[in-house]
């Protein structure tokens, strides 16, 4: 029977009734998970229709199994998003046979040993873009890349390192289409590999691997070595008993960098890979190809090679009743029964996935290219199938952790919220562990199960200490799963819940939305007009929760408020002192730690911090998360990337409209904070200097390095500030100062003379243009387009824009960017990943 196709104006009027009004809602489901083919025909109408399609295709994996849930019972958790809530790949791919697609979320590739040869790297390459293309992020490690400088038998003579892989898979990642998205990828290197700190500044010093998030791999001896000031020895390769190469390094020195540069970029995340393997489950059976050394790329799931997993997310907050209410309360029996069917979905999820991935496979084969083109490819998913079969990983986490804490009247980063949660976890954990035993019982246990090399494991023998009970059943039985729980960014997914987003506190409870109008149109107010000329009219939006709050205590949500008044009725909510930007940072990480303890896999959570916190802070925020057991952490200063919503509030300076530069400020401040970027014009090495106020360009100092004329610069200087001098006949003079390893503040004088007057007269007129605030896409313009005999000038020219890009993302100003999808400027930075709150579009990185 040919299947009905839906307009999209159909489906989302539909999804629209569906979500009772929420236009994002609609939008993200109809974008984003409605099936479609290739030409773009939809051919379901509301999410009604996905919650059956997969809950039919559940039921007939559960009619292989004893006891199996009926497609009924299943939708029943599905419907509304109220219960249980598969996530991306699996929520797109279940029943879906127009795209030949894996449902996994996330991979995790290598090689054997420590290969790191030129077929070893490329085919790493390779095996990440055959994943992305089936819709996987994918995340690999760098630490078996020999060190830069290293000898090697081939005509280059000595290694370049791994920095310039680094590119390549970023590059690579780039290039490849997931849906009208593009991949995600992760990259990884242990501190102990002597290429390390190039790994950590890569991303800040010349603007590139911009495809991929970096996260370096902490040992506990470093940790100690960068708390007490001692020295740490790298060497490769990194495990070795003999290892070819190592050097002594000051571990405070690079520790400090890390967080300059987490500080100031938002990475790299840290991974304390020590914990992680301590902790680790599947680690117990390392020797047979579960030693994990890597994570996914929003850092949720730690792997070994060639392992996925698929993600699903239980929505915390329906399990309040009574929500906001005096008599509110958490209902522990119906939570814990639905755990267990979330396992139990999962352990089908793994059946579906088995099945896609044959499907991947036949097709491969069918496919006309040589076999020598497709073996990389079939190889690969033939490892992918064995892991997945074998080892039966799941991803069961949650979302609304911050929505369910207001509805009990808890607030977020306090004492009493924290215990709370950590009782919340551990009963994910026991309910879980409890539902992949019974299936042990029913369908076998995983096929390497072995209770005696688990038995030292310290994620074990909590459970054990929890429940002697169920640890007794799991040695007669086993377990279904090799590991089963995680906490993954929820982005779009919470969007539909209508709820805050994994582990997160609300992000705002209220914040201003534009939306684009027509200025001729009669009863139109318009409240700002972008650079292009478009018109826009702001309204603030409710956070979906703080409404239901709102009609708890009797307030109308449908009334308009003024200011004073949104401002007095947040101080009122359970949300007030609890959104990302001012909870107890010091608490959030230690709610992260005691959580940790209760899942086996990690957690994916981002510290939103304002933009005017030192660098300290952010120190202490990652020693606290390793001592409290956290396996990672990443930092978001506010402002450090850009796409951040903006805020309704009043008592702060005046936020400016995304996409609008700040104010102009004529006069010159005598000192300006200054990036330094670096790059290859025409072969020769050039360097330029730009200084920056409040993170957006002001003037650019531009030429050769190193040359007679030139300027004389140390690799590792990225950053300084850029002082404006008055000598006593009154001429201006602009000096560059750093701070050299040893602290000491280092001054390059008279950044002017250092360069050929024929670039500063043209480097004085872009200067002026930047201190007006034309968007730097449009300078990129403008100095593109100058008619100029001179070669060198030409030259020049090539210098400014390659510096200029720096600050410009996917073609739009890296301050308050457009949504590259729908075009608007509403982006907010949420768990490692850049969400439109407009469209759903997504993208980590």
């Known amino acids: 029977m040919e299947k009905k196709v839906y307009s999209y104006d159909e489906a989302y009027e539909e999804s629209l009734r569906y979500f009772q009004g929420d236009e994002l809602a609609a939008r993200v489901w109809v974008n984003k998970y409605a099936v479609k083919d290739s030409f773009g025909n939809i051919y379901e109408k509301s999410p009604e229709d996905m919650h059956w399609r997969i809950a039919n295709e559940v039921a007939r994996i559960e009619a292989k199994y004893p006891n199996a849930l009926t497609s009924e019972e299943l939708f029943g958790l599905l419907d509304h998003f109220?219960?249980?809530?598969?996530?991306?790949?699996?929520?797109?791919?279940?029943?879906?046979?127009?795209?030949?697609?894996?449902?996994?979320?996330?991979?995790?590739?290598?090689?054997?040993?420590?290969?790191?040869?030129?077929?070893?790297?490329?085919?790493?390459d390779e095996e990440q873009v055959q994943l992305m293309k089936r819709r996987g992020g994918v995340g690999h490690d760098l630490s078996h890349i020999r060190p830069k400088g290293s000898p090697v038998k081939n005509s280059a003579l000595t290694s370049t390192g791994l920095v310039p892989f680094m590119e390549r898979y970023s590059n690579s990642t780039r290039e490849v289409a997931q849906d009208g998205r593009r991949g995600a990828l992760m990259l990884s290197v242990s501190i102990k590999h002597p290429d390390s700190e190039a790994f950590i500044d890569a991303k800040m010093t010349e603007g590139k691997v911009t495809g991929a998030n970096v996260s370096v791999k902490l040992t506990d001896a470093f940790m100690q070595a960068a708390i007490d000031g001692k020295p740490f020895v790298q060497q490769y390769p990194i495990d070795a008993d003999e290892p070819l190469f190592k050097k002594e390094i000051s571990a405070t020195d690079l520790w400090k960098k890390i967080v300059h540069n987490a500080w100031k970029s938002a990475e790299p995340g840290v991974l304390f890979w020590d914990t992680i393997l301590r902790e680790s489950v599947p680690d117990c059976y390392a020797d047979l190809g579960y030693r994990t050394v890597s994570t996914n790329p929003c850092g949720e799931i730690p792997l070994c090679p060639y392992d996925s997993c698929r993600l699903l997310a239980i929505n915390l907050y329906s399990y309040v009743v009574n929500p906001f209410k005096p008599d509110a309360y958490f209902d522990f029996d119906l939570f814990k029964k639905h755990?267990?069917?979330?396992?139990?979905?999962?352990?089908?999820?793994?059946?579906?996935?088995?099945?896609?991935?044959?499907?991947?496979?036949?097709?491969?084969?069918?496919?006309?290219?040589?076999?020598?083109?497709?073996?990389?490819?079939?190889?690969?998913?033939?490892?992918?199938?064995?892991?997945?079969?074998?080892?039966?990983?799941?991803?069961?986490?949650?979302?609304?952790?911050?929505?369910?804490?207001?509805?009990?009247?808890?607030?977020?980063?306090?004492?009493?919220?924290?215990?709370?949660?950590?009782?919340?976890?551990?009963?994910?954990?026991?309910?879980?562990?409890?539902?992949?035993?019974?299936?042990?019982?029913?369908?076998?246990?995983?096929?390497?199960?072995?209770?005696?090399?688990?038995?030292?494991?310290?994620?074990?023998?909590?459970?054990?200490?929890?429940?002697?009970?169920?640890?007794?059943?799991?040695?007669?039985?086993?377990?279904?799963?090799?590991?089963?729980?995680?906490?993954?960014?929820?982005?779009t997914t919470s969007l539909m819940t209508q709820t805050t987003s994994g582990i997160e506190p609300v992000f705002l409870p209220v914040y201003k939305r534009r939306r684009k109008v027509n200025p001729n149109d009669a009863n139109v107010h318009v409240d700002f007009v972008d650079e292009t000329g478009d018109a826009f009219e702001e309204y603030i939006v409710f956070h979906p929760k703080f409404v239901t709050w709102m009609q708890a205590q009797g307030y109308d949500p449908a009334k308009h408020y003024t200011q004073d008044e949104v401002d007095a009725l947040v101080q009122k909510s359970p949300y007030y002192k609890a959104t990302s930007n001012d909870v107890d940072w010091l608490m959030k990480v230690k709610m992260q730690g005691r959580i940790q303890k209760w899942v086996d896999h990690s957690i994916s959570v981002t510290i939103n911090l304002p933009n005017d916190v030192d660098e300290e802070l952010v120190n202490r925020l990652y020693v606290e998360a390793w001592k409290s057991g956290c396996k990672g952490c990443?930092?978001?200063?506010?402002?450090?990337?850009?796409?951040?919503?903006?805020?309704?509030?009043?008592?702060?300076?005046?936020?400016?409209?995304?996409?609008?530069?700040?104010?102009?400020?004529?006069?010159?401040?005598?000192?300006?904070?200054?990036?330094?970027?670096?790059?290859?014009?025409?072969?020769?090495?050039?360097?330029?200097?730009?200084?920056?106020?409040?993170?957006?360009?002001?003037?650019?100092?531009?030429?050769?390095?190193?040359?007679?004329?030139?300027?004389?610069?140390?690799?590792?200087?990225?950053?300084?500030?850029?002082?404006?001098?008055?000598?006593?006949?009154?001429?201006?003079r602009y000096d560059f100062q750093f701070e050299n390893k040893r602290g000491y503040k280092v001054t390059i004088e008279g950044l002017s003379?250092?360069?050929?007057?024929?670039?500063?007269?043209?480097?004085?007129?872009?200067?002026?243009?930047?201190?007006?605030?034309?968007?730097?896409?449009?300078?990129?313009?403008?100095?593109?387009?100058?008619?100029?005999?001179?070669?060198?000038?030409?030259?020049?020219?090539?210098?400014?824009?390659?510096?200029?890009?720096?600050?410009?993302?996917?073609?739009?100003?890296?301050?308050?960017?457009?949504?590259?999808?729908?075009?608007?400027?509403?982006?907010?930075?949420?768990?490692g990943c850049l969400i439109c709150t407009t469209c759903g579009t997504s993208r980590c990185g």
């Open 82 to 124: 109220k219960y249980i809530v598969p996530q991306g790949s699996p929520m797109t791919g279940i029943g879906n046979n127009y795209q030949v697609a894996s449902l996994s979320n996330c991979f995790v590739i290598g090689v054997d040993g420590e290969a790191d040869s030129y077929g070893a790297i490329f085919k790493i």
């Open 339 to 491: 755990v267990a069917l979330a396992q139990r979905i999962m352990d089908d999820i793994i059946d579906l996935e088995l099945e896609k991935i044959e499907r991947i496979m036949a097709k491969i084969d069918s496919d006309p290219e040589n076999e020598d083109v497709k073996h990389t490819e079939s190889v690969l998913w033939q490892k992918i199938y064995k892991k997945s079969g074998q080892g039966r990983r799941t991803g069961v986490g949650i979302t609304a952790e911050g929505d369910m804490l207001a509805a009990l009247g808890l607030r977020y980063g306090t004492e009493e919220a924290t215990e709370f949660a950590e009782k919340v976890h551990q009963t994910v954990a026991l309910s879980a562990y409890r539902s992949s035993v019974e299936m042990a019982k029913e369908r076998g246990a995983f096929e390497v199960y072995d209770s005696e090399r688990e038995k030292s494991n310290p994620f074990i023998n909590r459970l054990r200490e929890a429940d002697p009970e169920l640890y007794e059943e799991m040695k007669k039985y086993g377990r279904r799963n090799i590991a089963c729980l995680t906490i993954a960014p929820t982005g």
């Open 634 to 732: 990443t930092v978001y200063r506010d402002g450090s990337r850009s796409g951040v919503l903006i805020s309704t509030k009043k008592d702060k300076k005046e936020e400016l409209p995304p996409c609008k530069p700040p104010t102009v400020v004529e006069t010159r401040p005598k000192v300006l904070e200054a990036d330094v970027v670096r790059f290859q014009n025409n072969k020769e090495k050039w360097v330029a200097f730009v200084g920056l106020l409040d993170g957006y360009p002001y003037e650019i100092f531009t030429g050769l390095q190193d040359d007679d004329e030139g300027i004389i610069l140390p690799k590792n200087v990225s950053t300084g500030h850029i002082i404006k001098n008055v000598d006593e006949n009154g001429n201006k």
């Open 753 to 831: 003379e250092k360069f050929n007057k024929e670039y500063w007269n043209y480097a004085k007129l872009i200067s002026g243009v930047l201190r007006y605030r034309m968007p730097i896409e449009q300078v990129m313009k403008l100095v593109s387009s100058l008619q100029l005999d001179s070669e060198n000038i030409n030259t020049w020219k090539n210098g400014v824009e390659r510096a200029l890009k720096k600050y410009v993302t996917d073609g739009t100003a890296a301050k308050g960017q457009k949504c590259p999808n729908c075009g608007n400027e509403t982006l907010v930075y949420q768990e």
